[in-house]
C-alpha cells in the first residue's frame, strides 16, 4: 500500500470500518506529520488513536495615557497524540520542531499505554462517542494576528484619548489581547476536524483619585469579556459609548458613600453575575471539585450537601445549562480533544439538579457530559465544563421592572472581586460601583460595599431572571483548573437576575 | 545528552545568522518531562512532554524587542526574527542603550544526572503504586505526582555569551487525606535522578504527618511561639530573598529600602547566627550556573552573621546605575546548628509545630508582610511532646520578624518552596510570637 493510501484508510475509521469519500482528504498531504502520527500509531497496535495539532499565535499589547508601553508576542505549536491499548492511555506532547521521528513518538505513547494497563485509571471512554467525518471551522472576516500594527496601536490610543477627553479621568490604562490558534484533531475513527478559533480581547480601565474623601484612586473598568471573533468586531465595538460609560460611573464614584451594613435586595447585572455564577456554580458543578481530581480543591458542594437528594435549595429560576456550541464562545464546538462527540447537557433545570452524576473512580458516564480538553499541545487533556448558560428569564424581565419592584436595594454593575470561603460554600464578592435603590427608583451611586452569603442560600434567593436582553457573556482568560494548572476558559453567558434579603456590608466603615 | 548541546548550540548559531538588528540575544529552553498525577488513591494523568522554545530580543537603535517561537524551521526562524524586529519599532526609545551581555566564562555545574528517557514508566507507576499502597495500608487516599525531566537551558548572544547547561530533576509529591477527611499529612522530595529518591520513605512521612496528635483541635489564634520545619521555613525564606535586589530596592518593593531611600545593606537585622548564601557550584546542591539576562551566578553570601551583605543587581538596571550586575541567587543555604528538629520540641514548653506553608502571598512588600495558612500538618507540643494535632491558622507575618526573632535552629535539609523546585538547603527554626491571625476549618 502507498503512503498516502494508507493515511486514507488509516484516518477513513478501519475500526469502525466507514469509509469516508476521498474529498473530505482533499486538503491532506502526506507532508502533515499529525497524519504521520496517527499513522505511526495505527502501525504499532494501538486500538485507538487521536492527534491534535495546536497552532498559537499571541499577541498583547498596552497603552497607558498616551502611549504604548506594552507589546508581547509568541508563536506556539505542537502535537499531542493519545493512545490507547483498550485497557491503557498513553499521552505525548512534543514541539514542531522536534527531531523525533513519528514511530519513535507513537512508540513512548504506547509504551507508555501499556506500561499504564497495570494501574487502576480512572478510565476515559475512549470507546464511545467517537467522533468521526470532516469538519472544518475557519473564521471569516479579519485575522487579528494579521492586522496591521497601526490599526491596533490607533485602537487603544484612541480609547484612551477617548477617555482622557473627559475632565476627572487622571490615568487611563487600555490593553489589547489577540490570539489566533489553529486546531486540527485527527483520529483513527476517521474524524479530520479542523478549527481555526480567533480570539480578541480589549479591555481598560479609567481612575482617579478620590481627592475630597478617601485621597484613594478610583477606577472602572471595562465590561468586555474575551470572545472569538475577528478584528472587525473589536472596529465596530461603540468605544465612545463604552468609555463614556465608566467614566459616568467613575465620576459618580467620586461622589459616593458606602451603604449602611444590612440586607438589601440586589439586581446584579449581567456583566458583574456571570463571574458569580462561573465561581459559585461552575466550580462545584466542575468534574474536578465533583470527583477531587484536584489535589487540594475543596470538595463541590453537590456532593457533601443535600443536594444529592430532597427538595431542591435552589431557586426555581434557576436553569443552567452547558453548550458547546455557543456563538463567539471560548470553549470550542462540538469536538473534544479526545476526538469525542459532546453534547449540551443541563445541569440544573428550574432549580433541580439533573443527571448527577455518580462519584467514584470509573464515574466518567459513557455519554460526555464534560469535554475532556487541554491547554495547547504540551497538555494532557482533562476533564473539564463546557460554556454555560444561565437560562435568561421571560421578556418582560427587564432590569428596569426589576429595580421599580425594590424598596431597598442595589443595582450593582461592573466587574467582580471575590472572595471564597476556605470550603468555597460560602462566598463574599465585591462590586465595583453599585446603585442605591429606594422604593422603586434609583437615588444615589455607592461604593466600598460587598455582599456575602451561603452559596446555596445566594442562589435560594434569586427570585428572578432578567430577559434575553439583559445578557453578557463573560469569559476569563486565565481561569485555571486541576492541579497542572491548566487555562481552560469558558464563556458563561448571563442575564441580569434579582436576589432578595442578602447581606451587604460596609467596608470602608469596618476598615 | 552530549549530542543534545551540540544540536542546541548549532540551532542557536543557526539563528543567530538569521538575526536582524544591532544587538542580539537569545535564550532557549528544552524539556521533557513525563507526569504520572493521582488523587483520591488512583493515577488519574500521564503524560509525557518535549518542548522547546526559543525567546528572541533585539536590539535596533535606541529600542528593543522580542518574540518567542517554537518554530525551529529556517522559515520560522527567519519570520521569528523579522516580528522580534518589528516589534521594536511598537515600542518608545528606551532612555539608554545596555548593550547584550558579552564572552564571560562559566563552568558547568553538575545538575545532569539521567535523561528523562532512561527512567521506565514502570518506575514512575512502580512509584506510585508503592505510594499508594502506602496510603491505603493506613486508611488514606493520597494525592499528588511522580515528575522526571531534563532539559537543557542555552544563552547566546551576538557579543559571545554563549552557555549551555543540562538539567535533569525526580520530584515527588504526596498529600495523604484521612477517609473521613479530616486530617491531612504532605511530603514532598526531589534529587537531580532516581537513586537516592524512595517513594515509599515520602509517603510514609505524609501519613505520619496525617495521623500525629489525632484529630485536630481548635486552637485559639494570636501570637505563638513556634517550630518550623525546613519546608516551612523555605516558603517564608524564598520571597525575602527575592527582595535582596537594589532594583526592587530602588521602587520600593522591598523591606531593604529605609524611609529616607538608602538601603539596609551593610546593616545588621538578623540574629547574629543568621548567614545566608548561594552557590550553584556546591555538589551538595548544584543550580544553574547564569541567568537567562546573561550574568555569571556565582557563590554569593546575601545575610553574613545577621549582617545586609548583599543584593543582587539585575543586569540592565545596574548597567544604567553605574554598578556592577549582581545574578540573582538559583539556589539558597542557609547553616543551621546540629539538633534535630525533634531535640527543639523536646526543650519546647509550648509551640505550635508547622511542617508546611501554603498559599504564601505577599501582602505588603515594604515589609515583607506574607499571609497564608498552614497546611497538612500543625500540632500543639507542650512540655516536650506533640499532644495534639491543631486546625489549620491564616498567618500573617514577616520573615524578618522570624529572622530577628529566632531562638535555635535544627541542622539544614534539602527542601524548596512548596509545590515549587527551587533547591534550598535551610534549617527548621524556634521563632517566639508568630503571628497567626485566625483558624480555619480548611484541611
Not at chain 1, 488 to 509: K, M, W
Not at chain 2, 370 to 383: N, Q, S
Request: proline residues 5%; hydrophobic residues 40%.
Amino acid at each position: 500500500m502507498k503512503r498516502r493510501e494508507f493515511i486514507s484508510s488509516v484516518c477513513a475509521g478501519i475500526s469502525t470500518g466507514v469509509v469516508l469519500p476521498k474529498e473530505v482528504f482533499s486538503h491532506r498531504t502526506p507532508g502533515d506529520r499529525e497524519l504521520r502520527l496517527l499513522e505511526a500509531a495505527r502501525k504499532s497496535g494501538a486500538e485507538y488513536a487521536v492527534v491534535r495539532k495546536v497552532v498559537k499565535d499571541f499577541e498583547s499589547l498596552q497603552a497607558q495615557n498616551d502611549s504604548i508601553t506594552s507589546h508581547v508576542s509568541y508563536h506556539d505549536a505542537g502535537y499531542h497524540l493519545i493512545v490507547s491499548t483498550g485497557k491503557g492511555i498513553g499521552c505525548y506532547g512534543l514541539t514542531e520542531s522536534s527531531d523525533l521521528d513519528e514511530d519513535t513518538a507513537a512508540g513512548i505513547a504506547l509504551s507508555m499505554a501499556r506500561a499504564n494497563e497495570a494501574f487502576p485509571f480512572r478510565t476515559i471512554p475512549l470507546t464511545s462517542d467517537l467522533a468521526a467525518g470532516s469538519h472544518k471551522a475557519i473564521q471569516n472576516g479579519e485575522d487579528p494576528i494579521e492586522t496591521g500594527w497601526d490599526n491596533k496601536k490607533s485602537l487603544l490610543l484612541k480609547i484612551n484619548e477617548l477617555a482622557r477627553g473627559h475632565e476627572k479621568v487622571e490615568f487611563v490604562v487600555s490593553n489589547l489581547f489577540l490570539q489566533r490558534e489553529t486546531v486540527r484533531i485527527i483520529n483513527s475513527n476517521g474524524l479530520d476536524f479542523i478549527d481555526t478559533r480567533w480570539m480578541v480581547y480589549p479591555n481598560f480601565a479609567v481612575s482617579a483619585i478620590d481627592r475630597k474623601k478617601t485621597k484613594r484612586i478610583m477606577s472602572r473598568r471595562s465590561d468586555t469579556s474575551p470572545v472569538r471573533a475577528d478584528f472587525g468586531f473589536v472596529q465596530a465595538l461603540d468605544l465612545s459609548k463604552m468609555v463614556n460609560r465608566a467614566v459616568r460611573d467613575l465620576e459618580n464614584l467620586l461622589d459616593s458613600d458606602a451603604p449602611d451594613t444590612d440586607r438589601y435586595d440586589l439586581v446584579l447585572a449581567g456583566e458583574h453575575l456571570w463571574r458569580v455564577v462561573d465561581e459559585t456554580l461552575g466550580y462545584h458543578l466542575s468534574p474536578q471539585a465533583l470527583y477531587l481530581l484536584s489535589e487540594f480543591s475543596p470538595q463541590s458542594i453537590f456532593q457533601i450537601s443535600s443536594f444529592k437528594a430532597g427538595p431542591s435549595a435552589l431557586s426555581k429560576e434557576v436553569t443552567l445549562r452547558s453548550e458547546p456550541g455557543l456563538d463567539h464562545s471560548l470553549a470550542h464546538g462540538s469536538i473534544d480533544d479526545l476526538g469525542r462527540n459532546i453534547k449540551p447537557h443541563v445541569f440544573i433545570e428550574n432549580g433541580e439538579i439533573t443527571a448527577f452524576p455518580k462519584p467514584g473512580a470509573h464515574a466518567f458516564p459513557e455519554t460526555p457530559v464534560f469535554p475532556f480538553r487541554a491547554d495547547g499541545w504540551r497538555n494532557a487533556p482533562i476533564p473539564t465544563l463546557s460554556n454555560l448558560v444561565l437560562q435568561p428569564g421571560p421578556e418582560e424581565n427587564t432590569i428596569e421592572r426589576m429595580v421599580s419592584g425594590i424598596n431597598k436595594g442595589i443595582l450593582i454593575h461592573g466587574s467582580t472581586g471575590m472572595r471564597h470561603h476556605h470550603d468555597r460554600s460560602s462566598v463574599e464578592v465585591w462590586g465595583e460601583i453599585g446603585y442605591l435603590i429606594e422604593h422603586g427608583k434609583i437615588t444615589k451611586p455607592l461604593r466600598g460595599f460587598s455582599y456575602i452569603q451561603r452559596v446555596t442560600d445566594f442562589w435560594a434567593s434569586c427570585i428572578s431572571v432578567g430577559n434575553a436582553e439583559t445578557s453578557h457573556a463573560g469569559g476569563s482568560l486565565h481561569k485555571t483548573v486541576g492541579d497542572d494548572a491548566q487555562t481552560l476558559p469558558v464563556t458563561v453567558q448571563c442575564p441580569a437576575a434579582l436576589f432578595i434579603n442578602v447581606p451587604v456590608r460596609n467596608l470602608e466603615r469596618q476598615s | 545528552m552530549k549530542t543534545d548541546i551540540g544540536r542546541t548550540r548549532e540551532l542557536l548559531k543557526k539563528a543567530l545568522r538569521f538575526a536582524q538588528g544591532d544587538d542580539i540575544l537569545l535564550t532557549y529552553q528544552k524539556m521533557n518531562e513525563t507526569i504520572v498525577r493521582f488523587a483520591r488513591g488512583e493515577v488519574s494523568t500521564s503524560f509525557r512532554t518535549s518542548s522547546a522554545v526559543l525567546n528572541i530580543s533585539v536590539r535596533a537603535g535606541r529600542r528593543y524587542g522580542g518574540y518567542s517561537t517554537t518554530d525551529f524551521s529556517d522559515a520560522g526562524l527567519k519570520r521569528a526574527m523579522r516580528l522580534a524586529l518589528d516589534n521594536t519599532q511598537s515600542l518608545p526609545d528606551s532612555d539608554a542603550i545596555i548593550p547584550f551581555p558579552g564572552n564571560v566564562e562559566i563552568t558547568e555545574t553538575h545538575l545532569f544526572h539521567q535523561s528523562d528517557e532512561s527512567i521506565s514508566q514502570k518506575w514512575r507507576l512502580e512509584a506510585v503504586d508503592k505510594i499508594l499502597r502506602v496510603g491505603r495500608n493506613a486508611g488514606t487516599d493520597a494525592s499528588g505526582l511522580v515528575k522526571t525531566s531534563d532539559g537543557i537551558t542555552a544563552v547566546l548572544s551576538s557579543n559571545g555569551f554563549d552557555v549551555a547547561q543540562p538539567a535533569s530533576a525526580v520530584y515527588i509529591r504526596v498529600r495523604m487525606m484521612s477517609r473521613d477527611g479530616r486530617k491531612s499529612g504532605w511530603n514532598e522530595s526531589w534529587d537531580y535522578g532516581v537513586e537516592a529518591i524512595s517513594p515509599s520513605d515520602v509517603a510514609m512521612k505524609a501519613v505520619d504527618r496525617c495521623f500525629l496528635g489525632g484529630e485536630p483541635q481548635r486552637y485559639d489564634p494570636g501570637r505563638h511561639d513556634v517550630i518550623l520545619e525546613p519546608a516551612a521555613v523555605a516558603s517564608l525564606l524564598f520571597p525575602l530573598m527575592q527582595q535582596f535586589n537594589a532594583e526592587a530596592i530602588e521602587n520600593k518593593q522591598s523591606f531593604l529600602r529605609k524611609m529616607d531611600g538608602s538601603s539596609f545593606v551593610g546593616e545588621r537585622l538578623f540574629k547574629d547566627f543568621i548567614t545566608v548564601y548561594s552557590d550553584p557550584h556546591n555538589d551538595s546542591l548544584p543550580a544553574l550556573p547564569f541567568s537567562l539576562d546573561g550574568l555569571p551566578v556565582k557563590r554569593e553570601t546575601w545575610i553574613k552573621k545577621g549582617v545586609i551583605n548583599k543584593v543582587a543587581v539585575p543586569r540592565i538596571f545596574g548597567l544604567k546605575q553605574g554598578k556592577s550586575p549582581v545574578a540573582t541567587p538559583t539556589n539558597i543555604f542557609m547553616d543551621g546548628w546540629t539538633f534535630d528538629i525533634q531535640e527543639i520540641i523536646a526543650k519546647t514548653n509550648k509551640a505550635i509545630l508547622v511542617s508546611s506553608f501554603d498559599g504564601v502571598r505577599l501582602s505588603d512588600p515594604t515589609n515583607c508582610l506574607l499571609t497564608g495558612m498552614t497546611r497538612d500538618g500543625a500540632w500543639l507540643v507542650e512540655d516536650g511532646k506533640v499532644v495534639s494535632a491543631v486546625k489549620n491558622f491564616y498567618f500573617s507575618e514577616t520573615p524578618v520578624y522570624v529572622l530577628e526573632q529566632v531562638e535555635a535552629l535544627s541542622f539544614s535539609e534539602r527542601t524548596s518552596p512548596r509545590n515549587s523546585l527551587f533547591p534550598m538547603r535551610v534549617p527548621g527554626m524556634k521563632v517566639p510570637g508568630f503571628s497567626f491571625i485566625a483558624v480555619t476549618d480548611i484541611v
